[in-house]
């Protein structure tokens, strides 16, 4: 089982035909695109007590997400106002001052020690925004330290809220020392670091303890930097682009999904993790990249079904 923690907010989406309340935030649509790929999959989050927070529990409960660990949340539920331009391209405004995702307290965590789970995922606003990010960082410095499971952050930063660049390369530089697995986009990498390049950021990263760096490209596909110091890169896959809503979380639970299938996801993750051969690690950033692209065919965070993908891979 893998648990994802973070938010789960409503996306006010926003076309030239007018706007429409869908279910969303990065954390939330990986738990959704990992359980439509078949894995069991549960999602740490704190769901408002609002009409947009049942909209959000039934939507994830729909997709067979877990929600057993779920807190429901006195607090309304964020809102992120996506607006498309005419490529498909998302831009987003947040409302988010005293919502529920980020008022978490230690007391609402529970005990993955002796859990089925053999991943906890992470990253977006849920590690950035104060007071839950540092419950959450909390969790993370645990879990690394126990060994127990394999520690997954998708970076997915967001400049127009957290805007203070030194104190993001200061978070960011910590937090990713608890994790073995980290992905983040060319996007997050060009705001984060203006002046160094994608590899040299992927090195310094290896060098602080993560065993395996993804970073995603657009219509430039994926590279990701393995355990050995293997670098591996994927192209895009063609696809006439709807929109680009929920791409990247798309990715992430593809890879996550394709770790899981080759048992790589688990207790001593450093050491499953390095066993993957250059061949397994072009099977998972294929899926990746896969799950991706029918994602922005699609209007909306819509990933796609495991069957889907297994019969597109096979060909």
């Not at 279910?23 to 959704?32: C, D, E, Q, T």
């Not at 657009?218 to 590279?223: E, K, T």
């Not at 450093?270 to 994602?295: E, G, N, P």
Request: proline share 5%; net charge negative; with cysteine.
């Amino acid at each position: 089982m893998i648990v994802v923690a973070g938010e789960a907010l409503i996306d006010l989406v926003v076309t030239a035909e007018g706007q429409r309340a869908v279910p969303g935030g990065s954390p939330a649509n990986v738990a959704v695109t990992l359980a439509r790929l078949d894995q069991p999959v549960r999602l740490l989050a704190r769901l408002g007590a609002d009409g947009y927070g049942r909209q959000l529990a039934e939507h994830l409960s729909a997709n067979e997400v877990d929600l057993a660990w779920a807190v429901r949340a006195e607090q309304p539920t964020s809102v992120a106002v996506a607006t498309l331009d005419a490529s498909g391209k998302a831009s987003y405004e947040f409302r988010l001052a005293g919502t529920a995702d980020w008022q978490w307290t230690s007391q609402e965590l529970p005990e993955l020690a002796g859990s089925p789970a053999t991943a906890l995922h992470t990253g977006s606003l849920a590690l950035a925004l104060a007071p839950g990010a540092q419950v959450l960082e909390d969790l993370l410095t645990r879990e690394r330290q126990r060994d127990g499971l394999t520690v997954s952050i998708d970076l997915n930063l967001r400049p127009s809220i957290v805007t203070d660049r030194s104190g993001e390369q200061a978070r960011v530089r910590r937090q990713v020392r608890l994790a073995h697995l980290v992905k983040a986009s060319d996007e997050d990498l060009a705001w984060l670091y203006p002046d160094r390049t994608v590899r040299d950021v992927m090195t310094e990263w290896r060098d602080a303890g993560v065993c395996c760096a993804v970073v995603t490209r657009g219509a430039d596909g994926a590279v990701l930097l393995a355990p050995d110091g293997s670098v591996h890169e994927e192209p895009a896959v063609p696809t006439t682009v709807v929109d680009t809503v929920g791409a990247g979380d798309a990715f992430t639970g593809g890879l996550l999904a394709a770790l899981a299938d080759l048992d790589a996801l688990g207790d001593r993750p450093a050491d499953r993790l390095a066993a993957l051969s250059a061949a397994q690690w072009a099977t998972v950033l294929r899926q990746a990249a896969l799950v991706a692209a029918l994602t922005c065919a699609r209007r909306g965070a819509d990933p796609p079904r495991r069957a889907e993908v297994a019969a597109l891979l096979n060909t």
